[in-house]
């Protein structure tokens, strides 16, 4: 894919066929912590795909081919969410930035009594597994989750991210922050019951 | 902490995630990297962040089941 214009008509099948071939796992590991579930996870990377052949007229430059399908599956499944398909459970946003949204990895982890371990936040990512991010994203509330996942696991714009979900920028900018803070929590309180942080640390548990 | 930027360090973690997400104006971004440079704090922070963001982002790579692959194949031969 090293050209600017995407190819057109009839012979661009096989640039197509290979530019989505290229990107599949990315495609479907996306959609797995999208939709929480592989049956669906396929169903989406494969609407999603030929939603993307109708719509082929619309990329203009075959180097942006990664990013405009990840705009394509996040807006299948914000269709899916919109619809019977998928039914978000809207949690309550009231109490805006309680403590519980300012929750920091970081601050827990950067502690004086354990600094003499070198760096200890490092330490403990070093010691995540992929399956402990996998858990704590999936258990993070809909509404957070989607928004966390079209950021950071698919690297999505706030502008894109509120044209998919049709949203104002500062309910994206709202929602990420408030479910970042949920995940670093659960995955502080995944550390502190697999026995990743040491047990001086388990006394500031509370928020 | 440091003082020895124009930007201070609460600013610094209010802007934080917009700046390791790309979306602070052009001098926001300037304003946090003078920061970031002078405040070993904030960099530790900052560095701490990128990286828990990049392990998220490796989540995207999955093996792809047969079924799939092999339904992305008959919807690719069809438009053929």
Same mark, same amino acid.
């Given at each position: 894919?090293?050209?600017?214009?995407?190819?057109?008509?009839? $012979? &661009?099948?096989?640039? @197509?066929?290979?530019?989505?071939?290229? %990107? *599949?796992?990315?495609? =479907?590991?996306?959609?797995? !912590?999208?939709?929480?579930?592989?049956?669906?996870?396929?169903?989406?990377?494969?609407?999603?795909?030929?939603?993307?052949?109708?719509?082929?007229?619309?990329? $203009? &430059?075959?180097?942006? @081919?990664?990013?405009?399908?990840?705009? %394509? *599956?996040?807006?299948? =499944?914000?269709?899916?969410? !919109?619809?019977?398909?998928?039914?978000?459970?809207?949690?309550?946003?009231?109490?805006?930035?309680?403590?519980?949204?300012?929750?920091?990895?970081?601050?827990?982890?950067?502690?004086?009594?354990?600094?003499?371990?070198?760096?200890?936040?490092?330490?403990?990512?070093?010691?995540?597994?992929?399956?402990?991010?996998?858990?704590?994203?999936?258990?993070?509330?809909?509404?957070?989750?989607?928004?966390?996942?079209?950021?950071?696991?698919?690297?999505?714009?706030?502008?894109?991210?509120?044209?998919?979900?049709?949203?104002?920028?500062?309910?994206?900018?709202?929602?990420?922050?408030?479910?970042?803070?949920?995940?670093?929590?659960?995955?502080?309180?995944?550390?502190?019951?697999?026995?990743?942080?040491?047990?001086?640390?388990?006394?500031?548990?509370?928020? | 902490?440091?003082?020895?930027?124009?930007?201070?360090?609460?600013?610094?973690?209010?802007?934080?995630?917009?700046?390791?997400?790309?979306?602070?104006?052009?001098?926001?971004?300037?304003?946090?990297?003078?920061?970031?440079?002078?405040?070993?704090?904030?960099?530790?922070?900052?560095?701490?962040?990128?990286?828990?963001?990049?392990?998220?982002?490796?989540?995207?790579?999955?093996?792809?089941?047969?079924?799939?692959?092999?339904?992305?194949?008959?919807?690719?031969?069809?438009?053929?």
């Amino acid at each position: 894919m090293s050209g600017v214009a995407a190819p057109r008509g009839a $012979s &661009d099948t096989a640039w @197509f066929s290979d530019a989505v071939v290229a %990107i *599949l796992p990315e495609l =479907y590991g996306t959609a797995r !912590r999208l939709t929480k579930n592989a049956a669906d996870a396929e169903d989406l990377a494969a609407e999603a795909v030929a939603r993307a052949w109708r719509g082929r007229e619309s990329l $203009s &430059d075959s180097n942006a @081919f990664r990013h405009w399908m990840h705009r %394509i *599956l996040a807006n299948t =499944y914000a269709s899916w969410w !919109r619809s019977a398909r998928v039914r978000p459970v809207e949690e309550p946003l009231a109490d805006e930035d309680s403590a519980e949204d300012r929750f920091s990895l970081f601050e827990r982890l950067h502690q004086p009594f354990l600094l003499w371990f070198s760096t200890p936040e490092q330490e403990f990512l070093n010691k995540l597994l992929r399956e402990d991010l996998e858990r704590a994203i999936d258990q993070l509330p809909e509404t957070f989750r989607v928004a966390v996942v079209l950021a950071d696991v698919q690297g999505l714009s706030y502008q894109e991210i509120a044209h998919a979900l049709r949203i104002p920028i500062g309910t994206v900018r709202s929602r990420l922050a408030r479910g970042r803070a949920a995940l670093q929590k659960a995955l502080w309180q995944h550390g502190l019951d697999a026995g990743l942080v040491k047990a001086p640390a388990a006394r500031s548990n509370n928020v | 902490m440091s003082e020895s930027t124009n930007m201070q360090c609460d600013d610094a973690l209010r802007l934080l995630a917009q700046y390791l997400d790309r979306e602070l104006s052009d001098g926001e971004h300037a304003d946090m990297e003078r920061h970031l440079r002078t405040c070993r704090s904030c960099f530790s922070r900052a560095e701490f962040e990128q990286r828990l963001k990049g392990e998220l982002a490796a989540l995207s790579a999955a093996a792809v089941p047969s079924a799939l692959q092999d339904r992305i194949r008959v919807l690719l031969d069809n438009t053929r």
